[in-house]
């Protein structure tokens, strides 16, 4: 009887105790966030409030074990964002978050979250609540199995197409453009929609060290996001040359690895890039003139046989010849400034 009654107390006491629900073993945190999601339940026995601390085993992940996150937490909001420590958050398996009584009583532990993962780089989150009011499924005699891949596509679907229409796009440079390194600018152009940002950054990005030392590095500080447009200046040093270059789009100068859009990998060449004119060509006329100028000579009676002639024709005259060869608008001319002589 004894024992049974210490069996029910331990079961009230976990049933009355803090409980974390998230992160769980599967899910991760993200050290490129500025802040990561934790959440619990509770019970109105549980203490009003608890301190946050990170914990490891592992002292090259971890150095100071405990590292507090959040001093105070009140424990009815059930979820509280952690903004990052000192330093941002490390990166590496098998930390925990332990929900601790206060910042001097670190080794009263209200709960404890599983181990979990802290990776590099940045999470999207969506509301599930989008799919559930826009993207009712119609009743189908389906398979499990098919219905199951079927709705998992439209989901995926449906979140590329938020996040399309949500976000910057850049249009220029695409993957088969080119920059120019002999260029003082080189053009760079987006799209974006009322929601966006009013203003961001660019900096240039390649994974090749040997064609960019220093990655991200910026190129305009600070770009009005409704211009649509804008020539970029060379950086320090003039543009680098080879393959696999792309442009960010990131929140500010102090804050790169917020990406608010990224161009595809382009190519940046030597030289300069040739703009495509109008071909203008000149047709040139030619133009002939037939002066004709009058023969002076004596004046001779007009016969009989002038008017009517029988006999072979006489040798025509040279200036005669050449309007008779001449078109019909040349002698026409010709004759007009005969006239007008």
């Known amino acids: 009887m004894r024992s049974s009654f210490v069996a029910l107390l331990s079961l009230i006491a976990s049933a009355a105790a803090y409980q974390v629900t998230s992160p769980s073993a599967s899910d991760k945190w993200y050290a490129g966030t ?79 979250s599983p181990e979990f993962e802290i990776v590099s780089g940045t999470a999207l989150f969506f509301s599930t609540t989008v799919v559930e009011t826009c993207c009712s499924l119609p009743s189908l005699s389906l398979n499990p199995h098919v219905l199951y891949f079927a709705m998992r596509s439209s989901f995926v679907a449906l979140l590329s197409l938020i996040a399309s229409a949500a976000a910057y796009q850049v249009t220029y440079p695409g993957g088969g453009e080119k920059w120019y390194a002999g260029t003082v600018t080189n053009t760079f152009k987006w799209d974006r929609v009322s929601t966006d940002a009013d203003s961001f950054t660019l900096v240039l990005t390649n994974e090749d060290r040997s064609l960019l030392p220093v990655n991200n590095q910026q190129l305009i500080a600070t770009v009005p996001g409704s211009t649509g447009t804008i020539e970029v200046p060379a950086p320090s040093g003039g543009f680098p040359v080879g393959k696999g270059f792309r442009v960010n789009m990131v929140k500010s100068p102090t804050d790169v690895t917020t990406i608010l859009a990224q161009s595809p990998e382009f190519e940046i060449v030597s030289g300069t890039g040739t703009s495509s004119g109008t071909l203008s060509a000149t047709s040139s006329i030619s133009r002939s003139i037939v002066v004709v100028t009058p023969t002076s000579a004596a004046t001779t009676p007009t016969t009989a046989g002038d008017l009517n002639p029988t006999g072979s024709a006489s040798t025509p005259n040279g200036a005669m010849s050449v309007i008779a060869r001449a078109s019909p608008v040349v002698i026409a001319g010709a004759l007009a400034a005969a006239f007008m002589a």
Not at 34 to 54: E, P, Y
Not at 61 to 66: A, G, K, M, R, Y
Not at 75 to 93: I, L
Request: with cysteine; hydrophobic share 40%; glycine share 8%.
């Open 34 to 112: 500025v802040t990561n999601t934790f959440k619990w339940s509770r019970v109105n026995t549980d203490a009003d409030s608890f301190c946050l601390v990170l914990v490891n085993d592992d002292r090259t992940l971890l150095p100071v074990n405990n590292q507090q996150l959040i001093a105070t937490v009140p424990g009815s909001t059930g979820s509280v964002d952690v903004p990052a420590p000192s330093g941002g958050f490390p990166v590496g398996k098998g930390f925990r978050v332990n929900m601790v009584k206060s910042p001097t009583e670190l080794t009263s532990i209200l709960a404890q």
